[in-house]
């Protein structure tokens, strides 16, 4: 059985850190992209960062030069640094495991950024 655990979530001031960590399991996560995605309420989900499994990392636009996207294969983790948090980072963040034909999502944590 798959899983993914997502946790490091919680409220967090303007300008602050919060690192968003993706336990593994079922799978063999090196073989997989791992991705972080996010939902706010009312707006569609969204991809934030994705890591390939040769590491190659893409970001979106808005979290460029803030947020960091990371892998331990030999832990089945991934994790997403995230540095100068703004109110707009506010969501629910997935964790997604993906390759072809195969494409596993996590339960979320919540991310609030509020002073």
């Known amino acids: 059985q798959v899983q993914l655990v997502e946790s490091g979530g919680g409220l967090v001031q303007p300008g602050g850190s919060l690192r968003l960590s993706c336990a593994a399991s079922?799978?063999?996560?090196?073989?997989?992209?791992m991705g972080w995605y996010r939902q706010a309420p009312g707006k569609q989900r969204e991809l934030v960062a994705i890591?390939?499994?040769?590491?190659?990392?893409n970001y979106v636009d808005s979290v460029k030069d803030r947020f960091t996207i990371s892998r331990d294969n030999a832990k089945n983790m991934a994790y997403l640094q995230m540095n100068r948090l703004k109110p707009e980072d506010t969501a629910r963040y997935y964790c997604?495991?993906?390759?072809?034909?195969?494409?596993?999502w996590g339960q979320g944590t919540q991310v609030t950024v509020s002073p």
């Open positions: 997604n495991a993906h390759r072809v034909w195969s494409d596993y």
């Open positions: 079922g799978i063999i996560s090196s073989m997989y992209a």
């Open positions: 890591i390939t499994n040769s590491g190659t990392s």
